[in-house]
């Protein structure tokens, strides 16, 4: 079998993320309708997601962002209900905004032994990663993925297309022998098929707002799209198979 460079995304992808995210936001948003109890818990939602998309562009995918965008809501409604704005609330939210990245992570079904297989087939598994060092290490660590991917392990705080394209010129990667595996439209799958690289996109159980955009690009790559982490290494087969024939 014809050996493949396979790079990974890591949150919702091989491991759970959103699922975390969400938890912590609920109770957000709990808080502060107790504190407001003139606004809703979709407003509050939309303002907090707003507020830390907006600072994407900035800060990137740094962890200090998400906390950052609870005070940001907190204060917006301060500010429109004339409610004075409190030194302990907002330590309070910070807090509970940091509290996300306590959260021990959960592997993806199949995460193991989907790559072990490929490791045992003899392809270069790569990882690539959006946030900041601290925190994806930690999930590294954790789910051990060292044992798969080694030294090969890429962490991007601004996660893109510019990323990506230094990462292939620095393993010297073959388009055609080349996959981006990942659940995130904008971070993983456009930035693959605007380089030419394939692509395998894995819908998340719920979904980043932010990792949803349309894919209009034009390439001559592989572009599919999976169920399930488990199918990744029987596509990725086929592919070479229909190469050989």
Not at 95 to 115: A, Q, S, W
Request: net charge negative; aromatic share 10%; charged share 25%.
């Amino acid at each position: 079998m014809k050996k493949q460079n396979i790079l990974f995304n890591l949150d919702d992808t091989l491991s759970y993320c959103n699922r975390y995210f969400n938890l912590v936001i609920d109770e957000f948003a709990d808080q502060m309708m107790a504190w407001f109890d003139s606004i809703t818990e979709d407003a509050i939602k939309q303002k907090q997601l707003q507020l830390d998309v907006a600072a994407i562009s900035e800060h990137g995918l740094k962890s200090d962002r998400f906390p950052e965008s609870f005070v940001g809501t907190y204060q917006y409604y301060c500010d429109l209900a004339g409610r004075e704005k409190k030194k302990d609330e907002i330590q309070y939210l910070r807090e509970l905004g940091y509290k996300v990245f306590d959260i021990p992570v959960e592997p993806i079904p199949h995460m193991n032994e989907t790559l072990q297989r490929l490791k045992e087939e003899g392809h270069e598994l790569y990882l690539h990663t959006g946030g900041d060092e601290a925190n994806q290490r930690r999930k590294i660590t954790q789910l051990e993925l060292t044992t798969y991917f080694e030294h090969r392990i890429f962490i991007s705080e601004h996660k893109d297309t510019t990323a990506l394209s230094d990462i292939l010129k620095t393993i010297k990667a073959d388009p055609d022998v080349t996959w981006m595996v990942g659940n995130s439209l904008r971070t993983d799958i456009v930035p693959a098929l605007e380089l030419d690289i394939h692509a395998i996109y894995i819908p998340a159980e719920n979904e980043w707002q932010y990792n949803m955009v349309e894919v209009n690009v034009d390439h001559n790559s592989v572009f599919l799209t999976v169920d399930s982490l488990q199918e990744v290494p029987e596509v990725i087969a086929k592919r070479i198979q229909n190469q050989i024939m």
